[in-house]
C-alpha cells in the first residue's frame, strides 16, 4: 500500500500562483506514473498532468502553457507548479500514482481561484 499525502491548496486570486506537493509514503516500484488529477462540482474528475518514472509528461490541454508537473524521486514527492491561475481551475486536486497492478489516490486538496 501507498498513503498519498497533498499539501500547498488554498485561495488565490486570478493570475496568481501556487504549488501544490505531494509526499508518497514508500517508493512507487517501476514503471510508475504520478501526477494531478482534478474535480469541480458536477463534473467528472479530470487529468491535469502526469509524469513517468521515465520523464514523459502529459498535460490536459486546458493547463498547457501554465502548469508544470515535476518530480523528487529521492523524496517520493511530485510537484504540481500552477501558475497563470483562472476561475475556472478552482476543484479539489487529487494526487495519483500508479504502479504495476495498482492505483492510489490522495485525500485531495481544495484549490480555489477567485477575487
Known amino acids: 500500500q501507498v498513503q498519498l499525502v497533498e499539501s500547498g491548496g488554498g485561495l488565490v486570486q486570478p493570475g496568481g500562483s501556487l504549488r501544490l506537493s505531494c509526499a508518497a509514503s514508500?517508493?512507487?516500484?517501476?514503471?510508475?506514473?504520478m501526477g494531478w488529477y482534478r474535480q469541480s462540482p458536477g463534473k467528472e474528475r479530470e487529468l491535469v498532468a502526469t509524469?513517468?518514472?521515465?520523464?514523459?509528461?502529459n498535460y490536459a490541454d486546458a493547463v498547457k502553457g501554465r502548469f508544470t508537473v515535476s518530480r523528487d524521486n529521492a523524496k517520493n514527492t511530485v510537484y504540481l507548479q500552477m501558475n497563470s491561475l483562472k476561475p475556472e481551475d478552482t476543484a479539489v486536486y487529487y494526487c495519483?500514482?500508479?504502479?504495476?497492478?495498482?492505483?492510489?489516490w490522495g485525500q485531495g486538496t481544495q484549490v480555489t481561484v477567485s477575487s
Open positions: 495519483n500514482a500508479v504502479e504495476p497492478g495498482y492505483i492510489y
Open positions: 514508500r517508493s512507487i516500484f517501476s514503471p510508475n506514473f
Open positions: 509524469l513517468s518514472n521515465s520523464g514523459r509528461t
